[in-house]
């Protein structure tokens, strides 16, 4: 019988994106043990970092013939995400979702930006800024301003959305106090808001399209902010993408042509969500996210459900897929290094 390892962060953190992560794990789980797998779970902590030989211990002695990679990095460090997927790539055991390139090129949005651009996927003027004297008068305005390194909507909330050169003064210098590391301008969409789920490996098969119409939510915010994914009590929480139906084939076509052509450039595999906007006709990516929320409300189990796809035989694919890959990655020692050196060793 088919064995898989669960794998999960586990940190002192009252932060509701890190949490869901435990939620997924439960949902995740429970599908799995309904299809017949044997189903364990693992948390890993910032310590196990620090001793690369311990954590494989940690994963071995559980003897899993696939390791479910629910790790998305810490609430202070998303970049442990990558590291731990190198990590996964040197034990040669088959783990679900994206790799180490696709991770470190997704969570890079302007890395991200200049791939998907350098193969003639459309993105959206920007630029990363890193210090305020940067000069503001070659930004785009209206602009939108995001994180370099951050996902789950991190550091999106009502300032984020740039309507007049003034606001570049008053808003930069705290997203910068906030982001030291950088943060995103670029051109904002104001139009209609696409995402494309897809699974396997190029030229992928599409799990779904949904659509949000923010004129449909009039006093609220045109884009989707941290609030609108985590807080309930929040207006933007109401916002909800839907099957998009009125659509043309063309367009349906269109956005599907791009979200393949997306996940080719970031080395996407396993599954991954691809977000585009809309501007007078125009669509561009403004995110690929390479490890999408995988709850059994999530959006994309919702685009699953809506093609018939049942959620237990999502999870069951993933793993499927997982089991047919080849992962090798970089040499044992190096990734060893890696992860030290990622634990401030």
Request: aromatic fraction near 8%; include cysteine.
């Amino acid at each position: 019988m088919m064995r898989v390892l669960i794998v999960t962060a586990k940190e002192d953190t009252d932060r509701p994106d890190v949490l869901d992560t435990l939620r997924c794990r439960d949902s995740v789980a429970g599908a799995l043990a309904s299809n017949g797998y044997i189903v364990d779970t693992l948390e890993i902590t910032k310590e196990d970092f620090g001793d690369p030989d311990k954590l494989e211990r940690k994963i071995l002695r559980h003897g899993p013939d696939c390791i479910f990679n629910l790790f998305e990095g810490f609430s202070d460090d998303s970049m442990k995400e990558v590291s731990f997927a190198m990590f996964l790539e040197s034990l040669n055991i088959p783990f679900t979702g994206n790799g180490s390139t696709a991770l470190y090129s997704s969570l890079d949005k302007f890395l991200a930006k200049q791939l998907l651009a350098s193969e003639g996927v459309p993105v959206p003027r920007g630029k990363c800024i890193k210090s305020i004297l940067y000069d503001l008068d070659k930004l785009p305005c209206p602009a939108f301003v995001k994180p370099r390194f951050e996902d789950g909507s991190v550091g999106i909330d009502d300032n984020s959305l740039i309507v007049s050169r003034e606001q570049f003064a008053e808003v930069l210098p705290h997203k910068l106090s906030a982001f030291p590391a950088g943060v995103i301008v670029e051109e904002f969409l104001e139009g209609r808001e696409f995402n494309v789920g897809l699974v396997g490996h190029p030229p992928y098969e599409v799990l779904g399209i949904s659509m949000i119409d923010y004129k449909d939510y009039p006093g609220i915010m045109p884009f989707l902010d941290y609030r609108s994914k985590w807080d309930e009590s929040s207006q933007s929480y109401k916002i909800t993408p839907e099957n998009p139906k009125f659509i043309t084939e063309e367009m349906r076509q269109h956005l599907i042509w791009i979200a393949r052509r997306a996940g080719i450039a970031l080395s996407c595999k396993g599954y991954f969500r691809v977000d585009m906007r809309e501007k007078d006709g125009r669509i561009c990516i403004i995110d690929v996210n390479p490890n999408p929320d995988l709850n059994i409300d999530s959006g994309l189990a919702n685009q699953c459900k809506r093609s018939g796809l049942p959620y237990d035989a999502l999870v069951s694919y993933i793993v499927d897929i997982a089991l047919r890959e080849d992962n090798h990655g970089l040499a044992r020692e190096t990734v060893c290094e890696v992860l030290r050196d990622s634990a401030g060793y």
